[in-house]
């Protein structure tokens, strides 16, 4: 007996505890989940004011956003993009789906010229249906 009691001591635990590794897992997942909402944040720009609020309700899928700031940085649905791309995805988006419209939000300090830019390309795309985004005027 004196043998086998020996023998039992020096046998290895084989089996791995993967509570922590689920804890932390799990931790990860939840750090995940709370921060990627805050990634997506669009460009910090002050409105010009004026306007009613929006009445007519649009389909989420139909409503393109392209963003411009004070200085000529675009973003379309919070990606940085150029110009020149803007328009096209636009366009090719605008043949396949014929309701799309374009939400167009400008800095109030930003050059016309950058939002006459993003107007003429919808245009030239036979976009016709796009907004000028403002804040609504304060009751």
């Known amino acids: 007996m004196r043998r086998f009691s020996q023998r039992n001591s020096l046998v290895t635990l084989s089996d791995i505890n ?9 931790v990860l997942l ?3 989940i709370i921060t990627t ?3 997506t944040q669009s460009i910090e720009l ?7 609020p929006e009445k007519s309700k649009l389909n989420k899928n139909d409503i393109r956003t392209v963003e411009i700031t004070s200085t000529g940085y675009y973003k379309l649905e919070g990606k940085a993009v150029p110009l020149a791309q803007i328009i096209r995805q636009l366009a090719g988006e605008f043949r396949s789906n014929p309701n799309l ?6 800095d109030k300090d930003s050059r016309y010229d950058f ?3 993003v107007i003429d390309g919808c245009q ?10 403002t804040d609504p005027t304060p009751k």
């Open 101 to 106: 419209v374009v939400y167009i939000r400008a």
């Open 18 to 26: 993967i509570t922590p590794l689920l804890d932390l897992a799990f």
């Open 37 to 39: 909402p805050l990634l």
């Open 115 to 117: 939002v006459a830019q």
């Open 30 to 32: 939840i750090i995940f």
């Open 46 to 52: 002050k409105l010009p004011h004026g306007g009613t």
């Open 124 to 133: 030239k795309g036979g976009i016709t249906r796009y907004s000028l985004r």
